[in-house]
């Protein structure tokens, strides 16, 4: 919260002709947080322990803070857009309304889903307990990061427990008798796994969002629009290939129905050749080999998938 309160006093790095966004400093979210902010062609030049940082070819300025500060930054508005889990989004949200902070984060919008630090927040408990479901855990103690979302998700269930709240190494929980359960992120596994742990149901599915201060100045929704555009552009790429072939005349309606996710694919004739073709087609959906075994089988041949780096209509 100092932070905050420091950075307000710097007039021009509230400059309202610029858009400010709060990302990661480091953790699971920096690197593909600014990774993602590149590829929209936003120039970022970082020194190792910096707070702040200017783009010198897009009207965008960095502050790197922890993730647990990114819903603050945006609720104060500081920065009016913010890259963070979801989880931690909804868990300030719960929070605030239990503790009775009437409005805090309630403001703040999501604008879309950014395709990187997918994980997802689940109940596990010891491989040895005995488990039913989560009604099993009325009564009992569960540990967690997430009291907030836990909270609203026993409720919804009707389920009565005592919650924990640690801050880390939560798994550790039930083998220290601090808890009979635990409810933390998971994304591998693995460390369930080491804890003697077993995953039983999720609360709730997350990943790294764009999110947004309703008040925006009119110079800075141009930005958060056209960065937006770049953003869709950047993830539609992400998701599709361009895909070449050459196909028999004689099998090109049944090929073009094979093709995954792709409206009116570019049919080109060969020179020389009267009985073939080249095809190609932008596919929304994953290639993946058996989409190409499939291909083949119906008559393509000099299949290429190439990969998309920016994509707008
Ligand atoms: O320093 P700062 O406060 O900024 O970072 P942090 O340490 O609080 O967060 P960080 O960097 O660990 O995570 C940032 C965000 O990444 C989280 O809020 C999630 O949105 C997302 N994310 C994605 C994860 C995971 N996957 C994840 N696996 N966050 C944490 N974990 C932890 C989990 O808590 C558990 O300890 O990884 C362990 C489980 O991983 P697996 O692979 O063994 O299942
Ligand atoms: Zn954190």
Redesign the pocket.
């Known amino acids: 919260m100092n932070t905050i309160s420091v950075n307000q006093q710097n007039t021009e790095q509230q400059d309202p002709a610029r858009l400010h966004i709060a990302i ?7 690197e593909d947080s600014i990774g993602l902010l590149k590829q929209c062609g936003v120039k970022l030049v970082k020194s190792k322990d910096q707070l702040f940082c200017k783009s010198s070819n897009f009207p965008i300025d960095v502050f790197f ?6 819903p603050a930054f945006v609720d104060g508005n500081v920065c009016q857009v913010g890259m ?5 989004l909804i868990e300030k949200q719960q929070a605030a309304m239990l503790e009775g902070a009437e409005g805090m984060f309630q403001n703040i919008e999501k604008l879309m889903d950014l395709g990187f ?3 997802r927040l689940s109940l596990a408990v010891p491989q040895s307990a005995d488990y039913g479901g989560p009604k099993t855990l009325a009564g009992k103690t569960i540990a967690t ?1 997430y009291p907030g979302i836990l909270s609203r998700y026993l409720k919804s269930q009707n389920i009565q427990a005592k919650l924990v709240k640690m801050e ?4 550790i929980a039930p083998r220290t008798k601090l808890a009979d359960a635990i409810c ?11 804890n003697g742990l077993i995953e039983k149901d999720i609360v709730l599915e ?3 969002v764009l999110i947004k201060n309703p008040n925006l100045s009119e110079e800075q929704k141009v930005i958060l629009d056209r960065l937006m555009m770049r953003l869709n552009g950047v993830r539609r790429a992400q998701s599709s290939k361009y895909i070449m072939l050459h196909a028999p005349v004689s099998a090109l309606e049944d090929l073009q129905k094979a093709l995954p996710g792709s409206e009116s694919p570019t049919i080109v004739p060969l020179e020389g050749r009267e009985d073939l073709v080249a095809i190609h087609a932008v596919c929304d959906e994953g290639v993946f080999w058996d989409t190409m075994e499939d291909l083949k089988a119906r008559g393509a041949t000099s299949i290429l998938v190439l990969p998309i780096e920016k994509m707008l209509d």
């Open positions: 990661q400093k480091s953790g699971r979210l920096a803070v922890r993730d647990d500060d990114i963070v889990g979801e989880n931690v630090g997918k994980c990061s880390g190494a939560v798994e933390d992120l998971v994304s591998t596994g693995s460390t369930l796994a080491l997350s990943q790294a």
